[in-house]
Each structure stands twice: as structure tokens, then as C-alpha cells.
């Protein structure tokens, strides 16, 4: 008879979904519809991985935003920050809300035009415009936001050279308080670049100075951060105003508000703690309003905000491929999706709910993506109900800067699905397929035979 394999006995604590000790609230609730469509039915449908989007998410995103600023200025227009999620259906129900585009490469700047944006309500920043880009924006007459001196010097040959005027703004960075400053793009304001900037642009006529623009970092959990910067951009726009006579148009105080999901190392979780958009609101309307401008002088405020309109209504489908011991006893679960398409893992303490009823019992896993690779890791830690192979799970508050930084690393970006209005399914993009990635590739007739 053979001997049966041993197996280490091993006996691991199971909680019962109570709060633990750092007071943290308890989530283990199954996730079985969004919007009302099954997760199963999803995921059956259209494959596993998957990422599912709600347009009624994104909608009721933009008008709490939109009536958090309107409510408290009367001249506000957001712009939507294609980088955040350029996939065009997202990026269309922004622009049927009414938001423009906002883009930082001329990849995204003919993406913006091609769903129809206007020229002039396509904001162009970002520090790589290469002279074709800067035409092509000159052409449309869009905002310019220059990054640095040698845009600036650029734009203003090609100004000369194509006889137009380009609308421009510069991108000024400051101290809010934050720290480390975001100081590698635009011209630092206390030390005068931004200043000796705007007196290069207004000692000639080449260019037309029309706005000023700042995005002072990223996920920003300081509503005063924006005070100040919103300060400093109306003393700036007076200073022109009073030193040069030109009134400028708008005042662009960029995104980065910060969405609903937990950094590591939290101590509790975003859902609780970030603030709301109307907090940032009051703090940017209040600064401007004070400010002293003159009523009818009063300028636009524009607003890119892109993760905080969007992060809350993506979502990651997938299922579980497999579960393990590790050495130390702890058990982890393998997924059909990684870090390949979860970039975010790497800063957020995603939210996971099981797609099924489960039990009461808990369990502290680690939870890993499919690829080959250590490092994929979705979350070191998570405590949730055993979850079988086959089984399914929904990642939370993907829907911000995951799709646009997914890779396709090993396996194939998955299939993007939106759920409208009425309930209803529409596929945005479809699974890829080896051709999408072998398409550019070319071998080279002599590499082509061979025998084995
Ligand atoms: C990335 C970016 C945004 C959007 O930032 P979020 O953090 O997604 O709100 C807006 N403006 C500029 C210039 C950006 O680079």
C-alpha cells in the first residue's frame, strides 16, 4: 500500500465579520449585481476578467460635482481629463453632461476631436506637444497651456509663421502646503518664473494670454491645498490685470481631488475619510471670491477633475482560479486578473466583494493575479469569507487611470462593458485578440523558416 502524502495540519483563527481592533468597519457583503445586471450574467456573457462601467455612477458623479461648484460660483465649466479614462463612451457621457475635453498628448488630442469636441473646449496641456501637436491645436483654436520656456518660444515661432494668434495660459505651479511640491511642470509662482513668464507672452502680441492653469498633484486629500492655490492664481490673474490692463478669462484649477478609495497604509478607509467634492468647492470658490475682482471681471473658473468623477463607477470582474496554502499557513487565493490590469494595486487598498452568498467565517488571504511575475500582487492582505475555484469577486473604484494604464503583459487586456441608464449592457471595447498585439509586429523573411 502506498503511503498517503502528509499534509501539515495547520489551525488558523476564522473571524465572524465583527469589527476588529482599529475600530475599521466590516465589509464582507457579497456583490451579486451592479445596477441591478447579475455579476454572474456578466461575467458569463462577456468573459472573465471584465471591466463593467455605470453610466448612472458616472451621471450622478458630475452633477453633484457640477451643482457643488455652480451652487457656489456663478461662472464654472468642467473639462474632462482624458488620461483619467479615455475610452470613448466614457469620455461621451461626460461630453453629453456638457464637460469639454482636456488632454496632455496629441494622441489624446485627436482622440478628443474625433468624438467631436470643438477645438476651442479641448484644453491642451502636458509637457511633450511636439510642433505638430501645437499646430494642429493652433489650427482648432484651442487653449494652449504652455509647460515650459521652450514651448513657449516654440508656440511663438510658429505663431509668426502661421500668422495666428494662439490662445494660451500657463501652467503654474506653487507651495499649497503639500509636500513634496509638484514643481516639475509649469513655472514655479513664488519664485517669479511664472511671473517672468507672463511678461514674456505680454511684451509682444504674438500670443493671446487668456488663462491661467494649475493642477497642484494628485489624489489630494486637502481641500485648504486648493485655497491656497486658488489663491495665488486670482493674485496672479490681478497682477495682469493691474500691471498690463489684460483680463484674464478663466482660472484653471486642474483635478486630483481625491476618489473614494484607501491608500495603503490608511488607517481607515477612503469611503470614510476623503472629503467631499463640495469641500473642495468651498475651498476654491470661496478664494477666488475674495479675491477682489471686479464683478463683470470675474473670471471662468475651469475644472479638469477626472478620478473623483469616475473611480467609483468602474468596476474589475473576475473569477478565482485556484487557492493555496503558502509556507507560512496563510492562505492565498489566485485570480484571473492582475496588476495588469489593476495598476492601481499598487497605491490603493482596493475594496473586494465576493459575487456569491458566503458564510459567516473569515479569513486573512493574500490575493494574487495570474501572471508569472512576484510582484503581482492585488492584495497583500484582505480578510474575506474562503472563496472557491470558480468562484467570482468585484473590485471597487477601478474606473479611474486602470483601464488607460492596463498592459498587456502576458495575457490579453479584457472586454469593457456599460451599463446604461435603462439597465442595459453595451460592450465599449471588445476583449483583444492575439492579432491586436501582433498586428504591428514584423519578422524579418529570414527569421521566418525554421525546423525543430
Ligand atoms: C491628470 C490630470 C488631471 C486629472 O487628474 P485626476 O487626479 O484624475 O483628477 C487634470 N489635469 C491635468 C493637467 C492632469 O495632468
Not at 120 to 140: H, R, V, W, Y
Not at 421 to 435: S, Y
Request: proline residues 4%; charged residues 25%.
Amino acid at each position: 500500500m502506498a503511503k498517503l502524502l502528509y499534509e501539515r495540519p495547520l489551525i488558523t483563527p476564522l473571524n465572524t465579520g465583527m469589527t476588529n481592533k482599529f475600530g475599521t468597519r466590516t465589509e464582507y457583503r457579497p456583490m451579486t449585481h451592479i445596477d441591478h445586471v447579475a455579476v454572474k450574467d456578466l461575467l458569463q456573457e462577456f468573459g472573465s476578467p471584465l471591466f463593467v462601467f455605470s453610466e448612472r455612477q458616472i451621471r450622478n458623479n458630475y452633477q453633484s460635482a457640477k451643482r457643488a461648484f455652480e451652487t457656489r460660483y456663478p461662472k464654472v465649466q468642467f473639462a474632462w481629463s482624458y488620461k483619467t479614462n479615455y475610452l470613448d463612451a466614457i469620455c461621451n457621457i461626460f461630453h453629453q453632461k456638457g464637460s469639454w475635453g482636456e488632454v496632455v498628448s496629441g494622441f489624446e488630442y485627436k482622440k478628443a476631436l474625433k468624438n467631436g469636441v470643438p477645438g476651442d473646449k479641448i484644453l491642451f496641456n502636458g509637457p511633450d506637444k511636439t510642433n505638430e501637436d501645437l499646430k494642429m491645436a493652433i489650427e482648432n483654436n484651442s487653449p494652449i497651456h504652455i509647460d515650459h520656456l521652450d514651448e513657449l518660444y516654440r508656440l511663438t515661432e510658429m505663431a509668426r509663421e502661421l500668422n495666428k494668434k494662439p490662445r494660451v495660459a500657463i501652467r503654474v505651479n506653487m507651495d499649497t502646503g503639500i509636500y513634496p511640491m509638484w514643481d516639475r511642470f509649469g513655472f514655479n509662482y513664488e519664485n517669479g518664473q511664472a511671473w517672468d513668464a507672463v511678461n514674456k507672452i505680454l511684451s509682444n502680441d504674438v500670443l493671446d494670454l487668456i488663462g491661467l492653469h494649475c493642477h497642484i498633484g494628485t489624489f489630494m486629500l486637502a481641500p485648504s491645498a486648493y485655497g491656497i492655490a486658488a489663491s495665488k492664481m486670482s493674485e496672479l490673474a490681478l497682477s495682469i490685470k493691474r500691471q498690463h490692463g489684460k483680463v484674464i478669462e478663466y482660472i484653471d484649477m486642474g483635478g486630483g481631488f481625491a476618489s473614494k478609495n484607501t491608500l495603503k497604509g490608511a488607517y481607515l478607509i477612503g469611503a470614510d475619510t476623503v472629503p467631499e467634492i463640495s469641500e473642495f468647492a468651498e475651498a476654491i470658490t470661496s478664494a477666488i471670491l475674495n479675491a477682489g475682482f471686479d464683478k463683470d471681471e470675474l473670471p471662468y473658473l475651469y475644472l479638469e477633475t477626472g478620478r473623483a468623477l469616475v473611480d467609483d463607477a468602474g468596476f474589475l470582474l473576475g473569477s478565482v482560479i485556484s487557492n493555496k496554502r503558502l509556507s507560512d499557513g496563510r492562505r492565498a487565493t489566485i485570480l484571473d486578473f492582475g496588476v495588469n490590469n489593476l495598476f492601481t494595486s499598487f497605491w490603493y487598498d482596493h475594496k473586494v466583494s465576493p459575487a456569491q452568498e458566503f458564510g459567516m467565517h473569515t479569513e486573512n488571504s493574500v490575493l494574487y493575479g495570474p501572471l508569472c511575475m512576484n510582484i503581482d500582487v492585488v492584495r497583500e492582505n484582505v480578510s474575506l469569507p474562503p472563496l472557491n475555484a470558480g468562484d467570482q469577486l468585484v473590485v471597487h473604484h477601478v474606473g479611474a487611470y486602470n483601464f488607460t494604464q492596463s498592459m498587456q503583459f502576458i495575457t490579453l487586456r479584457p472586454a469593457v462593458v456599460l451599463i446604461d441608464m435603462k439597465d442595459e449592457t453595451h460592450l465599449v471595447r471588445v476583449r483583444e485578440d492575439n492579432d491586436s498585439v501582433q498586428r504591428y509586429e514584423q519578422v524579418p523573411e529570414y527569421l521566418k523558416p525554421f525546423k525543430l
